[in-house]
């Protein structure tokens, strides 16, 4: 299966990380990623797939219910 590239940047994902109040761990396991490619995201040197934007999202307005 192809992975399709969207449009978060490394900043966006930066500040879902820090909104979230994640560690590389905590952040790598809520996405469904390594460690290495969560560091490889924050970066930019890896497209961050859909699926993990999408993920972000999600957690996101799960987060915004809760308050």
Known sequence: M???A???TAT???AWFQ???HTY???SAA???SRAMFAY???GDRPIPQTVALLCAAIDRLA???R
């Open 41 to 43: 995201y924050l970066a």
């Open 6 to 8: 969207s449009d978060m």
């Open 25 to 27: 761990e905590s952040a």
């Open 19 to 21: 909104r979230h109040d």
């Open 12 to 14: 966006d994902l930066v």
């Open 31 to 33: 996405l469904g990623v």
């Open 64 to 66: 915004k219910r809760r």
């Open 2 to 4: 192809k992975r399709v």
